[in-house]
């Protein structure tokens, strides 16, 4: 199951407390790129990742991004509550 999941970090977060968690978040965010969990990832013009996710559940894609060491210790706004589903007929083209 694909699923869209944000990330919009509060306020609260400063530059020196995101200075302070990217060189966990980085190889973090890449070992679940190499396991498949997440598939693409992009940067929008507001705060935040938008993560394309390969994953069994809604359930799993959350609770893979609490793995995460920045959602960890300063939980965004997460949103990993939008399954991608398959257009009907979409296989007959």
């Known amino acids: 199951m694909k699923v ?10 400063t530059p ?18 190499l396991d498949g969990t997440l598939e693409q990832f992009w940067f929008r013009e507001k705060p935040g990742p938008i993560f394309l996710m390969n994953v069994e559940s809604v359930e799993q894609a959350k609770a893979s991004l609490a793995e995460l060491p920045l959602v960890a210790n300063d939980p965004p706004a997460l949103h990993a509550d939008l399954p991608l589903l398959a257009q009907p007929g979409g296989n007959l083209v």
């Open 4 to 13: 869209f999941a944000t990330a919009t970090p509060k306020p609260t977060l």
């Open 16 to 33: 020196d407390k995101l200075h302070q968690y990217m060189s966990a978040e980085v190889p973090a965010t890449l070992q679940h790129y």
